[in-house]
């Protein structure tokens, strides 16, 4: 079974360019989760759908990002205009039905460099 | 708020001993889950115990969970040069699958 697959793997932009990341789930999952770590704290919660609907975007941390599920398959986040400190590693992370009873499963992460 | 703090930061321990890490929390949970973290890799589920458990195991992992100290420990026996990683613990707030992970803890082990 594949695992949680994201794209890209490395992004290098400058300060107020534009930039989609892409998410694929494990086949079934209808949780999907995105998180990022910027340098040197914890890992944060961005946000959660399930299947196409958004959740919880609480921890989304301003309007220059905008998350989408289309046909709850795989999950796009785009950053419009991006800044510096938006700097990190963007992780996302899938599990069955149910939030919270399963694990959730993180994909190899995007590491997004703003200049 | 940050949930989940570990305990130490960083870790320095010799091939076949054991190491020892903990994570204290703030707020009632669903469940406390431990991530493992490679340089530069995506983070790997290592084991989920539930508010209502007290001990898992997994292989050469064992997860304690005390709710009334809000703490859970992570043991590692046998250590091994491949464990060498970040180690997480995250906990769940209510039903919402929402994980919130403390700092991680660096776990150097020698050969």
């Known amino acids: 079974e594949a695992g949680v697959t994201q794209f890209p793997s490395h992004s290098v932009i400058e300060k107020g360019q534009t930039v989609t990341l892409r998410c694929d789930p494990i086949s079934g999952h209808d949780n999907l989760y995105w998180y990022r770590r910027v340098m040197g704290k914890e890992i944060k919660f961005l946000l959660h759908?399930?299947?196409?609907?958004?959740?919880?975007e609480s921890g989304m941390p301003n309007n220059r990002f905008l998350a989408e599920r289309t046909g709850g398959t795989y999950s796009t986040l785009k950053v419009q205009p991006a800044e510096l400190e938006d700097s990190g590693v963007y992780f996302c992370?899938?599990?069955?039905?149910?939030?919270?009873?399963?694990?959730?499963?993180f994909g190899p992460g995007t590491r997004l460099t703003v200049t | 708020s940050q949930q989940g703090e570990e305990d130490p930061q960083a870790l320095s321990i010799q091939e076949g001993e054991n190491a020892t890490m903990n994570c204290s929390y703030k707020?009632?949970?669903?469940?406390l889950q431990w991530y493992r973290q490679n340089s530069g890799r995506g983070l790997v589920h290592l084991i989920l115990i539930r508010s209502n458990e007290r001990e898992k195991h997994s292989g050469r992992l064992r997860v304690t969970l005390d709710t009334s100290k809000k703490s859970s420990s992570l043991l590692i026996t046998a250590s091994r040069a491949a464990d060498t990683a970040s180690y997480f613990c995250?906990?769940?707030?209510?039903?919402?699958?929402?994980?919130?992970f403390g700092q991680g803890t660096t776990l150097q082990v020698k050969p």
């Open positions: 759908f399930v299947k196409e609907s958004k959740q919880d």
């Open positions: 995250a906990t769940d707030e209510g039903n919402t699958g929402k994980l919130i």
């Open positions: 992370a899938s599990s069955q039905d149910d939030p919270g009873r399963y694990e959730q499963y």
């Open positions: 707020t009632s949970i669903n469940n």
